[in-house]
């Protein structure tokens, strides 16, 4: 598979928070992850951790590094399933309810471009106003609710802060709001890289 080995060794660490972790998950020596990170740290000339007793926490920099990371690491994996034949994949579906703003001028776009990656997933868009999200969550009527305000009773990300020429909201804060034990969460986490990948 296309892959940036260093790169992947970072990621892993800023994951596992733990070089022995990230050596064992990696199958490489603890000694082996230490000098690929410090051959990126020599590079950028400056820490991407700080090390703790038995743990690393990533510094500013090293919070860029891992935006960067899991984009490019993304794009491999993305490059690698239109490249090599993949597996017949059971058919997944994602429903996506979003404010109409973002589902018109936003969502299109990234669900085209995950549906290429992804080809066995289809993904649904659905118009609804903010106030619905939590509902249709509760009732896993959805997978993902984008909205243009944070809910009050469950965890939000920020997805993106975006212009949307020729909207009312010219800059706009995206919200996501997903459940983690939702059972497609597989799906669910690859199409947000996806989406922070090609937004």
Do not use: W
């Amino acid at each position: 598979m296309l892959n940036d080995f260093r790169l992947k060794v970072f990621y892993t660490c800023a994951i596992k928070g733990n070089f022995t972790k990230a050596a064992k998950e990696l199958g490489i020596t603890q000694p082996a992850v230490s000098s690929h990170i410090a051959e990126i740290e020599n590079d950028i000339h400056d820490q991407v951790f700080i090390r703790k007793k038995g743990q690393v926490v990533l510094t500013e920099k090293g919070k860029i590094l891992l935006d960067y990371a899991e984009r490019i690491l993304h794009l491999y994996a993305c490059a690698h399933r239109e490249l090599v034949p993949q597996p017949a994949e059971t058919h997944k579906h994602l429903n996506i309810a979003a404010s109409t703003v973002i589902a018109k001028a936003l969502l299109p776009r990234l669900a085209e471009s995950f549906c290429k990656i992804y080809p066995s997933t289809t993904i649904t868009i659905l118009e609804r106003e903010d106030e619905e999200m939590e509902d249709l969550l509760q009732s896993k009527a959805i997978d993902i609710a984008f909205t243009l305000s944070p809910s009050d009773t469950r965890q939000t990300n920020i997805f993106a802060t975006i212009n949307i020429t020729g909207s009312d909201y010219p800059m706009s804060t995206i919200y996501m709001i997903f459940d983690k034990h939702n059972r497609k969460v597989e799906s669910i986490e690859n199409f947000i890289m996806s989406c922070k990948t090609h937004k």
